[in-house]
């Protein structure tokens, strides 16, 4: 292939705007997930002819039958009917939409595996499926979260496997989704989205592109890497601070210090960002996202310490609980072994129905293995199996006889607990144990139980 | 002594505001340093009597004859000069004045040593003059930045050396100083205070004092140990999230990615807020802060793991901007040694008269013990000597004849640096290395520099 001084896109710059509008942009979106359906069904909002492109049939007729599984994300059950009703959002499994489309946009899971290390089969196969047809002048964007160096060193070569050379022949672009799971909606059109390319027109484009789609500003930045750097960095940010309120968390349990109280007296300084302790980290982005960074650094032959560091105490933390729970219930006389638990909140963070590397897994399941009966209540999941155990139908059925409560997640239906009749469900001595800080202890000991809480003054007496 | 039921104050719970209006509270700040000496004043215009204890005599005299070193800070001179000529605030050398007053405030540094551990010799001495006339029914408060535990385990056991029982018969406080040099009045009277007590009546009292004498509703916390954990922690907030800016800048420059332009573009997102990396951390709050804290968390058998960490990263910045120098220095065919370096700012932040651990420092006599003639132009200290250099009066004339300009502090000043008549005065072929990227690396290029920046895409291009 001959390079070309001027990059050729099938959509010139400035008129990705009017094209959207006039419906004559097809848009083909790889990954019907939890990013992928909501940004497809943005794209058609926005006048675009989408082709969505999942390798799971399941996912293909559900979205075809405009069916959405994402109930804890308002809004986007209503978009993707309307859209699979009028057929502007088409699903298959096939990758050949992507052949004659103007836009791919990349929207496959990026996991990490066992080892801690990321998967990125997905973007490759991806890849491989959209190179095995690319046409000239098209623009590949990656929403998928990867590590700075992935789009110009993984997914771009693997697209030139089409015998297209990336920046001349087609466009290469990173546009890392920014949304918090229970808000993709919201944050997609009001976040500015970050956008890098590796052609200046392509970057252009791109801009231009999710402007008119999202009616938000984007930031242009020099790169792909930047743009995926800017991702990573937003989330390790949240990584790391939760870490350190985790390590305040242990020092002030052994110094008699309240560390809620420290930190919500802390957020009255400017510039201060509160961040709190509890069971550890989990979900699609956080703990991934910081990996993805070690894994890149160690490759430049960086040692990313802190980063790292702050991974290990997060990870530790469903073992800190595990630890409290035991002390609690020896505090009420009783061993793990033959205790009854009940798990309130299983999902990784409020109100969200995903237990993707949730913490409190870790926890049960440790606590199960020491011989502890355990019961879960989760309201995203109420009468449903979750992760092996049948969920209880009321927080009240699930107490039935426990002799331990772990508030596990802090969804907001646990704010109005109702914890004289929980008390009362529970066995004679009965513990609650706090693992996200949402209950007022003095509330709780005033209903009878005895109670800990991560970070809260636990290990000796307050003076 | 008979540990009594009710705490005996001289000034009782509901009647500070009254009296100190009615100038009828007498207060000791012991300690006439960029701390103790506003907060003389600001008693002093609330209507207290104030005496200021300071052991330096020249800081006695100084005070006495109305003069105030701390030109930095805006509206204290005004406030200082008042006070002494009305005699409301009175200085001297001797602990006397503590003996009859309401209130002893502890305003003493509590620096750390060559091996980073907490020097308390200042807050033990003042604890022990207090002691020998302690009168019971006095309050006495520290505001010195201290680890958790000390007031409750090292101030309050001095004090009893007076033969009166903390709590009992006089009153223990923490109530942490938590403003910025260079604008401290204005945090003094805007930001509350965190107040922590033995005794609750204790507490009640000293929250009264300082919401009468600042106008700020303070936030009373469960003990002292409380309040300091909340100043500790708020700037460990800080030195962590600056070295995670560091830990990405190093990382960043090794991946070709410009860790400012990610980190201007991640603060878009709401749950994010920005922190720089350069050249390291000083002054005398944050560095020793965290090392406060690490010290109590290792007696209390706990590793701070992410605190340590993030001092030893920040404390090897200036070690990386001699690294940063050299190599700029590689890049205009020069060695560091004979080498004329301008070093811009040498105070340890922008806009203060302040050298206190500054990290410009270890860069500047690293690059002395190389062999580079180092010359000096801080705008705080404009021709005048500091640390053992004497100051240019211009960066013109520091700029003469250098092969290398070294910004050190992002003073105000310095955003307007003329780099065109700079690269004039320079040596024909000379490097800018701007270790707070306070510089825009075009314009530096432009005026004819070769450019390094921390952080900023310098060991491999960009693409």
Request: charged share 25%; net charge neutral; with cysteine.
């Amino acid at each position: 292939m001959a390079p070309e001084k001027t990059e050729q896109l099938m959509v010139p710059p400035g008129t990705a705007a009017r094209r959207l509008k006039q419906g004559a942009v097809k848009i083909t979106v790889v990954g019907l997930g939890r990013i992928g359906l909501p940004t497809a069904a943005l794209f058609a909002e926005a006048g675009a002819k989408v082709t969505g492109f999942d390798v799971d049939p399941s996912v293909v007729a559900d979205t075809n039958a405009g069916r959405c599984k994402f109930v804890d994300e308002p809004g986007l059950g209503d978009l993707v009917r309307k859209h699979a009703k009028s057929g502007t959002i088409k699903a298959t499994g096939s990758p050949e939409g992507a052949f004659d489309s103007d836009f791919v946009v990349i929207c496959v899971p990026t996991p990490v595996d066992q080892g801690k290390t990321p998967d990125y089969s997905a973007v490759r196969h991806a890849s491989e499926d959209i190179g095995r047809g690319l046409r000239r002048g098209t623009v590949v964007i990656t929403e998928s979260t990867v590590g700075p160096g992935i789009v110009e060193g993984l997914i771009g070569p693997t697209l030139e496997s089409s015998g297209l050379r990336a920046t001349h022949d087609f466009g290469l672009a990173a546009c890392p989704e920014r949304s918090d799971p229970g808000r993709i909606l919201r944050d997609m059109r009001s976040l500015p989205r970050i956008i890098g390319a590796t052609g200046p027109e392509c970057a252009s484009v791109v801009v231009e592109l999710y402007r008119a789609a999202l009616g938000v500003e984007p930031i242009r930045v020099t790169s792909p890497r930047t743009a995926n750097a800017v991702k990573l960095t937003e989330n390790i940010f949240r990584d790391v601070n939760i870490a350190l309120s985790n390590e305040f968390a242990l020092l002030f349990e052994g110094l008699g210090i309240d560390a809620k109280e420290v930190i919500d007296a802390c957020a009255t300084k400017y510039n201060f960002v509160p961040h709190y302790p509890g069971i550890g980290v989990g979900g699609p982005c956080l703990p991934s996202n910081s990996y993805y960074m070690i894994a890149e650094a160690l490759k430049a032959g960086d040692i990313p310490y802190l980063v790292r560091m702050a991974r290990e105490i997060n990870d530790r933390m469903p073992e800190h609980v595990v630890e409290l729970t035991s002390e609690a219930l020896n505090r009420v006389g009783k061993t793990v072994r033959g205790s009854k638990v009940a798990v309130f909140g299983v999902a990784y963070k409020p109100d969200v129905k995903d237990v993707q590397l949730t913490p409190v897994e870790r926890t049960m399941k440790r606590l199960s293995a020491m011989g502890a009966e355990i019961s879960v209540y989760d309201p995203m999941y109420r009468g449903e199996e979750v992760l092996g155990y049948r969920g209880s139908k009321s927080a009240l059925e699930a107490s039935r006889g426990a002799d331990c409560i772990l508030l596990g997640t802090a969804h907001s239906e646990f704010k109005e607990l109702d914890l004289v009749s929980l008390s009362k469900a529970a066995s004679a001595k009965a513990a609650l144990v706090d693992a996200r800080n949402a209950v007022d202890p003095e509330a709780a000991t005033a209903a009878g139980f005895v109670y800990c809480g991560v970070g809260r003054a636990f290990r000796v007496p307050t003076r």
